[in-house]
């Protein structure tokens, strides 16, 4: 039996849905790493009875360490510490070393906004500096300390790992967290897991649900795995967590999924679409060059999510309008009238136009209808085309019908755009000459991208 | 006291992090509209005994109605309404009708994908018609149905929305779940609450709690509202929630923001700057256009977001290489050899080229440093340069150094930029002549911008 955490996020922001928590997925995924399992977030305002009793649910279901995200700034909302220390009750003592700590850390503040009353600033973050007796106190990064606060004296019971909101506070302060004595006692019993990631393109989940009935029909031990399959921006991703000794389970479930799925497994090795692209790119020495209309720029800002990107992409065109694609791009005005701007043949025209004008290797175009106006019945909400081409003549052409609101279909469609790309990085000519036809039916198309 | 809510997220995918939940922040919106306070959300695995806990938790809470979200798909690890049957101690029983439904329901899927099996398909999904005794079905938007599920026969409890994982199955079952008696009886306490959105960008988050203790010294009756506050892309946003008749102590609070930050505070009635921008554009009957390098599209698709949006985006450019900055936007290379690329003169060729090549009455140029490599001592990661520039010759010029990580960076930056977008739309000529210098010191720029 593993340890096991449980993290609660405070803030009537995060639980009213105006804020989007990143803590908790991030320390899911720290967790995971030192083989601490996850019982479960909690998220709940800032009232300081829903923080005590997340809190004693979460000890309740056998949590061997409790994080608490948030509720530490200087505004009177903030309770977090105030409550920790009355659930380990242990008094709450102004440390006068982390008072002076945050008094050093707020003058260059004070220099950058000079109407800022010193005095009103310094009060509000005094309370940032009192804390349960007995804490270990977690060096501020902006100006909230992290605390690390143990069970009552002389009891047993889960410490509490207390960090502030924002995630670039947060995150800095976990491996100072790992190293204090409460974190480490805490998570002794942690269990190495492994875990395996497969990601497949161009299937529907439910596949999957027969792949795990092969799998059982042939013996596989799925017993011994965790197995969870979920979508992920148009892809299906396999996770499977396993102790070491279970490898060879996981090695038979692998073997499977990859024999009945072959033409859609595009990773086994946690690498994501943006990766594998990135390092084709890299790797063949090529540059990349987009014109978008309906994702209107979200696929360049994709390519260049990564540090480094600079080396492959060098540009790339908005082309909302008809005269945009035209004008920026060169589009061929007659393809638009026989076509639609919504077409193989502009999508093309996009690809060719952008790798042209920047001077890049490889171009792609999309241009679609995100909606949730301007659809037609020939023409729906949701239709999106796609092109890729080389400067060597390769080209792939598609259309795909995406499903869902307009951020879905623009998001789903830089997807499709990084598969088509990949796709024709790891094509050789002939197959590409081959394929690159424009016209295939809408809707056949995520399967054969 | 109001009826109170609580959430229940299921999936281990969403638990650790590689799935953001975006059900949880829906439904906490739709809550409040209807006036039923949100205990909290839970967020667990796949497990039975962790979704089980988290139900009896939340009903601990005096919740008058639980909601689940996800584990009603077709593979074997989506459990819940088992687990809510068993929570509600009803028995499981096939819905034949509902078998049917969403045999027909799977029957188009079967065309598109005519490799599945589709005995293993009919399987798969026949698990999803076996619901809870005495349950009300909502008609499956995918292929799974929602359920609203009573409590035990003859006792008091919480009913249970069941709703499924995918948010655009999810939102559409809202307005149906809405309609049946056990949800209306639950939420029959609902007060309605009304909440105050106050928006100000350019001073930091402690300034608000200053704000507080001079409303407090002035007697505003602060006990009788709710305020939160918060960080949100680079805004601060008080949030203050309040019953009807406390319609005065809001007024009364909402005059001190005013007064005391009269330049910062750009939104009172709930609009984002970037509802204000399309909406300034829109009554100007203007155009834009964008060329960006850092940011590298995030700018061009944030202007897009919304709806209708093509009537002021035309197109723009992403500029990442110097090569592409000249090339395509047509900045002078030696502004870029004598200032560099990351500077106030770049950004306002930038504008003013992406302006006139696209034909837009509005230009905006980003150049800066995301990080994390790139940085000098001088032009540190996170000075980002912009400029807005109008063809009737206003131009605003400004510097900010931004903190956080290289997504920070990027996404805060197109923050800046709509303020900068929307200072340019709301200014007259001659403040905007008397603005437009170049070379603003690094640091400055947050507050005047």
Redesign the interface.
Known sequence: MSARAGIVVT???V???????RN??????RL?EIGVE?????????RPD?VL??LR?LA??GCDLLITTGGL?????DLTADVVGRYQRREMVLDEALESRIAEILRP?LR??PD??PD??R???RKQAVIPAGSTVLDPVG?APGLVVPPPEGEDGPGVLVLPG?P?ELQPMWEAAKATPAFRSAVARAVSYRQGMLRLFG????????T??VARRRDVALERL???????RGEV?V?TRYEPADADAYEAWASVVRERHADTLFSEDGRLIDEQVADLLAEAEETIA?A?SC???????R???R????GA?????????D???I??VGVDPSLIETHGAVSGEVAAALADGARE???ADVGVGITGIA???GGTEAKPVGLVWFAVSHRDGRRLVRSVHL??????I?DRSTTVAMHLVRRLLITDVAEGAHEGGVGLPA?EAT?RA
Chains 1, 2 share one sequence.
Do not use: M
């Not at 965790?226 to 992920?232: D, K, Q, S």
């Not at 540090?307 to 600079?310: A, D, N, T």
């Open positions: 803030g009537t922001e639980l009213t849905g105006r804020v989007t928590d908790g997925p991030w320390l899911a995924e995971l996850l019982a479960g977030t909690v998220i709940v305002a800032d829903d009793a997340s649910h309740a279901q700034g200087p505004t009177e909302d503040l950058r906004w800022l009353d009103g600033v009060a509000a973050n100006t924002p670039r299937i529907p989940e439910s596949e999957i649900a027969e795990l009935r965790e197995i969870t399959t979920c979508l992920r991703e996770v987009v978008e994702t209107a720029g979200l696929l360049s800002a390519l260049t999510e540090p480094g990107s600079s992409v060098l540009g790339g065109f908005v082309v909302y309008s005269e945009a694609k004008k920026l004008r920047v001077g909606g949730p106006d499903p869902g609101g307009r951020a879905d623009r809707g399967r």
